[in-house]
C-alpha cells in the first residue's frame, strides 16, 4: 500500500507544473496591499522594495513553465512584518498579461481575474 502511494506521489511531482490549474481570486478580493501593487505594476512602480521587479525563477514548479525573463514577482506589504513577509504577486509576459497572488511564499498560487 505505501509503495503504491509513493509511486502515485512520483508521478504528480513529475507532471509538468502546466497541469496543474491555479485557483483564481478577483481582485476584489485580494488584501488591499495586493491591489495596491497591482497598481504600482500596471504604472510601472515606484516600487518600495529593491528586489520588486526581478526575475520569478519558479523553481517551486507551481506556475506553467515558461521561458526564463518571463515572470516577474513584486512583494505585497504585509502590516506588523519586520521584512518583506511571505507575500507576493508574480506576472507573467510583456506587457503583464497574467498575474498570480501568492500568502504563502510561492507553496501556492492564485490566478489574478483582472
Known sequence: MMRRLLAAAALLLALPAAA???SSVAVAELPPQ?????HLIDAGGPFPY???GVTF???ERRLPEQPRGYYREYTVPTPGSRDRGARRIVS???PP???YYTADHYRSFQRIQR
Open 20 to 22: 496543474f490549474q491555479a
Open 34 to 38: 495586493a491591489r495596491e501593487t497591482l
Open 50 to 52: 529593491r528586489k520588486d
Open 57 to 59: 525563477q519558479n523553481r
Open 92 to 94: 507573467g509576459g510583456k
Open 97 to 99: 498579461a497574467v498575474f
